[in-house]
């Protein structure tokens, strides 16, 4: 955040009265890209983030914790009162940051005492109509700082959006994209401090999650919305400035009032000695002797013969004054040159002047007359065509959202089906050569016994623990393998196998799956006996998850 010369910002106070002041910006006032401009709202934002953040989560908290508290489970009422109030929550830090641009040192305690006038002002409007505009923070100053509403506003957002609307609806669709990724990288970092002996299915608990998970994501959410807003709102008050500094030229007189400056210190010691030099220039006067000089001063009369005495107006020397004309003279020269005599060629569409009597007998009267009425009424017709147009705008976004959301419960509805769809190509590739070896345990099915719970157990009675597991393990994988068509490399660990496990198969085998390899890791590893009634369950599964076999 560079520091420079002073500028100035357009703001309405609360009071109504207009404050501007050109010499308090923080920011150097000069013409930058609406990317830079940017980058600049987020450097902002970086060096006033608590207040701003702060701005925006009090206010918040009164909406999301009841909403969270009632509606915890369900992910989207919870979240869903915020994000339709965000444009009001939003002003928050749109209201420090206007001010503390000007070093107005103004915080938290002073927003939340104006917090009525802020968010009064066209409230309604932000909130409906005005909620998914793409250009909603670069427009939110026109209705906190500027308090225009109506024509007016239309008028100066028309202005203002002739360069800078694709750079604000990028901004949005940034900020959005971001927002989106933060939410998925949180709820990532969460799921990695999940032990993997847990045994929980991530895949699961996001699209089926518990009461506890669905109270976690909208935390999430909430507070990635809580960290987003300052710096999205930031950005596009620094779009907005940069795009008043580009239709004002703030710099350009910022720059005048520095030469201004400059010139009244120099010219000020002038001054005091032109003043010193007239006061001795009269008091010298005084001192001389005073004589009659009327004579010298005033030439004598002239006799012209009418008996009317007229003077000389000519000097002692007699050189005549300069003629009153010069300056006209020369007014007239500037106006004759180019700079006033600029000529312009407009094209447009017109009416032909039917002059020619042919051309009028071969157009009816009432052809011409209708289309000569559309063109005197054609303001009356363009502002008739944006009324009619207007509900089929909303309607256009209103199916937008009816299709996505349509999409998003057909995703979550069929989401099994999809899941298997998606994983079918795999299933369907080539098969690599089946491993008939894998951690040193022989997986064919020739290798294994009728009844393989039956046999486990037995060898767990006669005190063969490691042969017992063993023998479940690499059962496990032979089913694995051959009866579910996983594709297990030899070199595949045990953790990668449980991976590709929890991936593809339902949540009965992959809990099997984990629960039978932490068991054989900790006996094979670490020399862990497990407890009989472990193995004893262990085998009892068996029959449950391969019922079907």
């Given at each position: ?12 106070r ?10 308090k910006?923080c ?16 450097a902002?934002?970086?060096?006033w983030?608590?207040?701003?953040f ?10 999301f ?6 509606w ?6 919870a ?16 209201f ?30 932000s ?18 700082l ?15 959006h ?7 609806s990028?901004l949005?669709f ?17 799921s ?24 976690l ?26 795009r008043?500094?580009?239709l ?7 720059r ?6 400059r ?16 006061c ?17 001063e ?7 013969g009418?008996?009317?005495?007229e ?14 004309s ?17 000529t ?14 042919k051309?009028?007998q071969?157009i ?13 009424h ?22 937008i ?13 069929y ?9 079918a ?17 022989d997986?064919?099915?020739e290798?294994?016994p009728?009844?393989v ?11 063969s ?8 393990y690499?059962?496990?994988l ?7 068509g ?25 809990r ?5 390899t ?9 020399h862990l006996?497990p ?13 449950e ?5």
């Amino acid at each position: 955040m560079s520091l420079g010369v002073g500028g100035d910002l357009f703001f309405i106070r609360w009071t109504g009265t207009l404050s501007m002041d050109l010499s308090k910006l923080c920011v150097q006032a000069r013409l930058r890209s609406p990317w830079e401009a940017i980058d600049l709202g987020l450097a902002m934002a970086r060096v006033w983030w608590g207040p701003l953040f702060l701005s925006w989560l009090i206010p918040s908290l009164f909406i999301f914790i009841p909403c969270w508290l009632l509606w915890g489970e369900t992910i989207w009422a919870a979240v869903l009162p915020v994000w339709l109030l965000q444009p009001l929550f939003d002003r928050g830090p749109l209201f420090i940051a206007s001010r503390r641009i000007f070093g107005e040192p103004v915080g938290v305690a002073d927003f939340l005492r104006q917090l009525k006038a802020v968010y009064k002002t066209d409230a309604f409007f932000s909130v409906v109509v005005r909620r998914f505009s793409p250009t909603r923070s670069f427009d939110l100053p026109l209705t906190v700082l500027e308090q225009l509403t109506g024509q007016q506003r239309s008028m100066r957002q028309a202005a203002l959006h002739r360069v800078y609307a694709s750079a604000a609806s990028s901004l949005t669709f940034v900020a959005f994209c971001v927002q989106c990724l933060l939410i998925l990288a949180v709820g990532v970092l969460v799921s990695m401090f999940i032990p993997t002996e847990a045994a929980v299915d991530s895949w699961s608990a996001v699209w089926e999650p518990s009461a506890f998970v669905s109270y976690l994501e909208a935390l999430i959410i909430y507070l990635v919305m809580a960290v987003m807003a300052p710096l999205y709102a930031t950005a596009g008050f620094a779009l907005y400035i940069n795009r008043r500094i580009e239709l004002e030229a703030w710099d350009i007189e910022i720059r005048f009032r520095h030469l201004v400056m400059r010139a009244a210190q120099t010219i000020k010691p002038l001054v005091i000695v032109t003043a010193l030099t007239l006061c001795c220039g009269s008091f010298l006067s005084f001192m001389l002797p005073s004589e009659a000089r009327a004579s010298e001063e005033i030439s004598a009369p002239v006799d012209t013969g009418t008996g009317v005495a007229e003077f000389d107006d000519t000097s002692s020397d007699g050189a005549a004054m300069e003629p009153e004309s010069a300056p006209k003279r020369r007014v007239l020269e500037i106006l004759e040159g180019d700079d006033f005599n600029r000529t312009e060629t407009v094209k447009g569409w017109r009416f032909k002047e039917l002059d020619d009597d042919k051309e009028t007998q071969q157009i009816p009267e009432w052809f011409v007359s209708f289309f000569k009425f559309l063109e005197h009424h054609a303001g009356f017709f363009k502002t008739l065509g944006k009324v009619i147009a207007s509900p089929f705008v909303l309607l256009k976004y209103l199916v937008i959202a009816a299709l996505v959301i349509l999409a998003i419960y057909v995703i979550y509805r069929y989401r099994a089906p999809l899941k298997q769809w998606a994983f079918a190509g795999a299933a369907e590739s080539p098969i690599q050569d089946t491993p008939k070896v894998m951690f040193g345990l022989d997986v064919t099915r020739e290798s294994l016994p009728d009844d393989v719970p039956a046999q486990a157990w037995h060898l767990w009675e006669c005190k063969s623990y490691r042969a017992s597991i063993s023998l479940l393990y690499r059962a496990l994988l032979a089913e694995l393998i051959h009866r579910h068509g996983f594709e297990f490399s030899e070199s595949a660990t045990e953790g990668e196998c449980v991976f590709l496990v929890r991936e593809r198969a339902n949540s009965r085998l992959s809990r099997y799956t984990v629960q039978l390899t932490s068991v054989w890791q900790a006996l094979a590893y670490g020399h862990l006996q497990p407890e009989p009634q472990q193995v004893r369950a262990l085998c009892d599964q068996w029959a449950e998850v391969f019922a079907d076999e």
